[in-house]
């Protein structure tokens, strides 16, 4: 009974996030990138830290190391996420983002030197095909939204690689809180950098942002750790791959974007490779 509300929990996330890449394109109009990630993680740093309040009694330094650099890869996947959703749509965003999942075991091949299996291989080719398809225009060219959102997949990926190592190591909510702390601190900074110091918000921008942090980030981090202690990282990766469908949902039903046939063909290369990818994982994954 436990799996299976964890999976219902997962499928949640992936909802939410998907209203997300909605959410975040509807702030943009009265925000700007840097001043939408202060307050959502500023937001969220305090619901967490609220949560973590007894755990944080026994931090130590190799828990804060591995927060930050989770933090720092947060960072980097929302910065690059956000700015590129300036020039691309909601639904290109959202599956460009979801090709994190295929770059994971690269990067633990490059790291940790693990193996990669042709699956993760094949994985990848159909993910470049599949955004070539999405992105590129007639004569090859990659637009600047969609080359940011691919610099973002790297960010989560590293995210996703880090998480993947220290959760086993140190206690998860302890992560959490220094990951949203650090991401926090950095937005701020770059609030500064770029000079997006003035706020002129209408009610639909707070609104949005408030559920980008609260909802979208707080709530969305601590139920999809509590989900994953009974659902092993591959199923969960498999349906938190489910965000960019819901992306592109929301963005047809709300904003009213226009899809291509092409643009519907990219995207269900994408996912396809994004499923491939964690079926290899699956595969050569040890029996308990």
Not at 12 to 21: D, E
Not at 187 to 204: A, K
Request: hydrophobic share 55%; proline share 2%.
């Amino acid at each position: 009974m436990k799996k299976y509300l964890a999976i219902a929990g997962l499928i949640a996330v992936t909802v939410i996030w998907g209203g997300g890449f909605v959410a975040s394109d509807i702030a943009l109009e009265s925000l700007r990138p840097f001043q939408i990630m202060a307050i959502r993680f500023l937001l969220a740093s305090v619901l967490m830290g609220a949560a973590s309040i007894r755990e944080l009694k026994g931090i130590d330094f190799k828990e804060i190391r591995a927060g930050i650099l989770m933090g720092c890869a947060l960072f980097v996947g929302f910065a690059f996420q956000i700015v590129g959703l300036q020039y691309t749509t909601p639904s290109k965003n959202a599956f460009l983002t979801a090709l994190n999942v295929v770059m994971v075991p690269f990067i633990a091949f490059l790291i940790l030197k693990k193996k990669i299996s042709m699956k993760s291989i094949a994985g990848a080719v159909m993910a470049i095909f599949g955004v070539g398809l999405l992105s590129l225009d007639q004569d090859l060219s990659l637009g600047i939204g969609d080359a940011l959102t691919l610099v973002c997949a790297v960010g989560f990926a590293f995210q996703i690689f880090f998480t993947s190592e220290f959760v086993k190591k140190y206690r998860a909510v302890v992560l959490n809180f220094v990951q949203m702390l650090t991401a926090v601190l950095l937005s701020i900074v770059s609030l500064f950098l770029f000079g997006e110091t003035e706020f002129h918000v209408t009610t639909q921008g707070w609104l949005s942002v408030l559920y980008l942090g609260v909802i979208s980030t707080a709530l969305c981090y601590l139920l999809q750790t509590a989900s994953q202690k009974y659902v092993d990282e591959t199923k969960a990766a498999i349906i938190l791959s489910m965000e960019s469908v819901f992306g592109t949902i929301f963005s047809i039903l709300i904003l009213h974007e226009q899809v291509t046939v092409r643009m519907i063909c990219g995207c269900v290369i994408i996912l396809a490779a994004v499923i491939v990818s964690n079926l290899a994982d699956a595969q050569t994954a040890p029996e308990p």
